[in-house]
């Protein structure tokens, strides 16, 4: 219930060893409001409900001893995190702590605020390290200077044209720009981590360093200039049992099915995610969108469209509000490289505070793309929920909740599972869309995970709507991941058939790089053919590195020559670096010609009608009827076929 005060006491020790220093206690989220006390002394409030914030319990401790630490905590009628409601009205709410809480200390010289950009040249080949902080240094400091190292994603120590800072009491904010020669780029297909090292007396800061840029150009969005689509889905799931609490494991689980799933971007729906998210991203390898914590902040209309409720995102009383939370979110999460897009609101109606938001973000942090629902005028990226299924929008648009997972027909779904599938088919053909569509950014699946919570009450909050996830509220794959697996796949081969070569030729099966950073020949094909009476017999397998294909592009894998049957069956499966599976695929062969073989690869289109591709000596150009190999040594044709006959057409 909205407004009704929730406390929480722990007695806690201090340690001796502490005195002389400042003691913090930092509260990594409290739902919503929340007022600290120590020893019965008020230290301060908060207001809030997904931003970190510390407390300074210095003057209310003494070190040795024992303290108690109290927190009063409310869902506020006026909070901006879910819609409004007005004192006193009977309304559900959230209240307590959702993350962790710390106590610790720090010499009375100590740095208060560290940030990093980073700067790509025109070729995107080189960097410069943009460092800035901000350090207290009382009288009594014994360090003389602020050292930087840097490590590189081996763990080796890269050459620093700068790094000893000189420590001056009167000057506390110093800022450095440092020239970095070819750093290996972070993007989510190749996420290279750099660790940034900072030595301020007996204090060490450890922070991960991504350099990468992100960019629009035209209707576009680019990754360290390379258009990037985003495959992507939205988080916005609670634990069964605990909420809106989630263990670092849970969290690790989550990025680890994401990146399972072919999935290289999720929204950080309505609302800001731990920071440990954010670290597994920047680990993994995924792109995150953050929204920050103003959600439905939503005017109302009487009959006549005059307006009787007036959006806290037009309330001018609210603009600190707004303005304190997005300073809170920016000064945590932006040394994240994972993050490239800050949202100022969703699913909310347009105001000063919102102008006021974006203003700050442009000012703080222009290194990130801006989106937000619902207005898209002043945004980088033109934020779009749910488009019609045969709608494609563009203009930089992303899709930043689409193609809810079919959860809100639960009869139906009891009825007819096959609607699963159904769904599965449409991510498929939708995101094959979305990709060939100039303009569209990308999109994320509402829902990464259920909303589902077992209330104290005994009843399931979320049990006719909120199994929208990909995953189920204990984190367990459902059908929809696998079939997301199978639609985002960026590595796409024929569906189902593949026509027989002619005799004395490889096998060239089409195939499209639907990576953004990677060439296929980074990518691993495992493969084997059974007969097809006799499918458990292997009648022939093997292992190649993938061909030369760049991001974008479609060529061809080839398998080699030998008798290849009609009714082969071949099983393909598509390994990463790390020889996780992409994609598998099963291909049948059938005769060439035959009107069976008109059917349509899993491109989104039909098979080009000429395919070029290459080994090490030869290139090659074919398609159902016309076969022709190049020499790459004499620049020859050698041989050359047209409906199985023979061709003399010289070269080169």
């Not at 799933?261 to 920047?282: G, V």
Request: charged content about 25%; aromatic content about 10%; some cysteine.
């Amino acid at each position: 219930v909205r407004d009704k005060p929730f406390t929480y006491r722990k007695k806690v020790h201090i340690p001796q060893g502490w005195a002389g220093r400042q003691i913090f206690l930092l509260f990594g989220m409290i739902y919503e409001y929340a007022r600290i006390y120590v020893n019965g002394q008020y230290i301060r409030s908060h207001k809030g409900a997904f931003t970190t914030f510390d407390c300074d319990i210095t003057a209310a401790v003494t070190p040795g001893e024992q303290v108690e630490v109290m927190v009063c905590c409310l869902h506020s009628h006026d909070g901006t995190m879910d819609h409004i409601s007005s004192a006193g009205e009977h309304v559900y709410g959230h209240a307590g702590i959702i993350d962790d809480v710390m106590l610790y200390s720090v010499p009375s010289s100590h740095i208060t605020h560290l940030a990093y950009s980073t700067e790509l040249d025109e070729a995107y080949t080189n960097a410069i390290l943009h460092i800035e902080m901000e350090y207290v240094c009382c009288k009594h400091c014994v360090a003389d200077a602020i050292r930087l190292s840097l490590a590189d994603p081996e763990g080796n120590e890269v050459s620093l044209q700068e790094n000893l800072i000189p420590v001056y009491a009167e000057n506390t904010v110093y800022s450095v720009s440092l020239p970095i020669s070819m750093p290996k780029k972070w993007d989510a297909e190749h996420p290279n981590c750099y660790t940034l090292y900072v030595h301020f007396g007996d204090l060490s800061y450890a922070v991960t360093v991504g350099f990468r840029s992100v960019e629009r150009k035209g209707d576009e969005m680019y990754i360290n200039g390379v258009k990037t689509k985003l495959r992507g889905a939205a988080l916005y799931g609670y634990d069964p049992i605990l909420g809106r609490v989630f263990t670092k494991e849970q969290l690790e689980k989550i990025v680890v099915s994401a990146k399972w799933a072919n999935i290289n971007f999720l929204r950080s729906s309505a609302y800001p995610e731990r920071a440990m998210l954010y670290e597994l991203c920047d680990r993994y390898g995924i792109y995150v969108e953050v929204c920050m914590p103003m959600n439905f902040q939503r005017g109302a209309w009487d009959s006549r469209f005059d307006q009787k409720v007036r959006p806290t995102s037009n309330l001018p009383e609210f603009e600190e509000n707004y303005l304190t939370q997005t300073a809170e979110v920016i000064e945590r999460d932006r040394n994240h490289p994972s993050i490239i897009i800050w949202e100022y609101g969703n699913e909310s109606d347009w105001g000063m505070n919102f102008k006021s938001v974006l203003e700050y973000i442009a000012k703080e942090d222009p290194t990130r793309l801006t989106a937000g629902t619902w207005d898209n005028r002043f945004t980088s990226l033109a934020s779009y929920h749910y488009p019609q299924c045969d709608e494609l929008i563009s203009g930089a648009a992303l899709y930043d909740e689409y193609a809810h997972v079919a959860t809100h027909a639960m009869k139906t779904l009891k009825r007819d599972p096959g609607i699963r599938n159904a769904w599965g088919e449409s991510i498929r053909h939708g995101w094959d869309a979305i990709y060939a569509s100039a303009g569209t950014v990308g999109a994320a699946i509402f829902a990464m995970g259920d909303m589902i919570i077992e209330r104290p009450e005994g009843d399931v909050f979320g049990a006719q709507y909120g199994q929208w996830g990909l995953l189920d509220a204990w984190l367990r794959e459902k059908p929809e991941l696998w079939l997301v697996k199978k639609g985002y796949s960026p590595v796409k081969l024929p569906d189902k058939i593949i026509r027989k070569p002619q005799q004395g030729m490889p096998l060239a099966i089409p195939v499209q790089n639907r990576f953004n950073h990677t060439n296929l020949s980074e990518i691993h094909f495992i493969w084997s053919i059974t007969a097809e009476k006799n499918p458990t017999t292997i009648l022939d397998h093997g292992e190649c590195s993938g061909p030369n294909i760049a991001p974008g592009f479609i060529g061809a894998l080839l398998l080699p020559v030998r008798e290849y049957h009609v009714g082969e069956q071949i099983d393909i499966s598509v390994l990463d670096e790390s020889r996780q599976e992409i994609d598998f695929y099963q291909v049948k062969i059938i005769e060439t010609g035959t009107s069976e073989a008109e059917g349509k690869p899993g491109f989104g289109k039909p098979v080009p009608p000429v395919l070029l591709a290459q080994t090490e000596d030869e290139a090659i150009i074919s398609n159902d009827r016309l076969h022709i190999v190049f020499s790459k040594k004499k620049g020859l044709n050698i041989p050359a076929s047209c409906d199985g006959k023979e061709l003399r057409i010289g070269g080169p």
